[in-house]
């Protein structure tokens, strides 16, 4: 909440809607509060009299144009485009501005700059006053802003206007001023007391902690004896493939020794009965060797 100070020009604004058109002039300090709007948009002071600033500023500019339209060296002054008289076409521009009661129109801005500065951009009568047309057709109004005027600094409002802290849910009220106090107070007796306890707990559990500590050190010792078991049981051992080929090499060399003790073997003692294809073979071999013995005997 934030009550602000009074506007800048409103006195002046409103002496000035108070006097005769004949006798209302456009002063440096009205002008400011159009290039407030022109600059920003917005607009603070009331909207009535706003209105009537900008109804005189435009039927001053539009006759500013109108001099300048009849000033002709050569021959008749030009009609306008629209076909109506100057008489006319200000009626239908000012009841046009006149017809915003409730706001000023959305086009606010870019309408205080055409009057502020209007021969910047256009350069005739005819221009000027469509211009005007267009920025006036629309429907759609803007209230008075409530923020800070530029250039105004805002005033806090005071802290009695301000609105009391609402405690949060499930809090108490009633609570002390000084709970540390109440805390330090109470501290010596929660020590002593947690002094006694910790006196009659370490007189029970002398016999105890004894048998604590053996079985702490049985159970290293388990632990110890367990490391070294699994110590001898996870030796790398050689893969199967070269444990395959260790086996096979001792299995030939058993073999081959085996085989240079054996004694020989007399062919002529054994009594294996020769088959029948080593029997077939000599007695081919006998049948073919007659014919040679024969021979050499004649």
């Given at each position: ?14 002496a ?9 002039e456009?002063?440096d300090e009205?002008?400011g ?21 900008l ?11 109108y001099?300048s ?51 910047d951009r ?16 629309v ?24 609105p ?12 002390p ?6 805390n ?6 929660i ?26 050190e ?17 030796v790398?051992?050689?893969?199967e493939?070269t444990a ?7 299995y ?45 005997s004649?």
């Open positions: 909440m934030e009550v602000f100070r009074d506007l800048p020009s409103s006195a002046e604004l409103s000035f809607c108070k006097r005769d058109e004949s006798k209302r456009f002063t009205l002008r509060i159009l290039e407030v709007s022109a600059m920003t948009g917005l607009y603070w002071h009331r909207w009535d009299e706003l209105r009537a600033l109804l005189f500023r435009l039927k001053q500019v539009l006759q500013d144009f001099k339209h009849m000033d002709v060296a050569v021959g008749p002054p030009r009609p306008l485009v629209t076909g109506e008289s100057y008489q006319e076409l200000e009626g239908r521009l000012s009841s046009g501005l006149e017809s915003f009661t409730d706001g000023a129109p959305f086009t606010l801005q870019r309408f205080c700059e055409v009057l502020l500065n209007p021969r256009y350069p005739n009568l005819d221009k000027v006053a469509l211009a005007f047309e267009k920025l006036l057709l429907t759609s109004t803007i209230p008075p802003s409530p923020g800070p005027y530029p250039g105004v600094p805002s005033v806090p409002a005071p802290e009695s206007a301000l009391a802290p609402v405690p949060a849910e499930g809090t108490d009220q009633n609570l001023a000084s709970p540390k106090a109440e330090a107070d109470s501290t010596p007796d020590m002593s007391e947690s002094v006694d306890v910790a006196v009659h707990t370490d007189n029970n559990i002398e016999e105890p902690t004894v048998s604590v500590a053996a079985d702490e049985m159970a290293d010792v388990e632990g110890t004896e367990s490391k070294e078991q699994t110590m001898e049981v996870d790398p051992r050689p893969s493939a395959a080929g260790v086996v096979l090499k001792e030939t060399e058993e073999v081959s020794a085996s085989e240079q003790e054996q004694p020989p073997v007399d062919k002529a003692n054994t009594s294996a009965a020769p088959t029948a294809s080593e029997t077939s073979v000599p007695m081919e071999d006998e049948n073919e060797s007659k014919p040679d013995v024969m021979a050499s004649t």
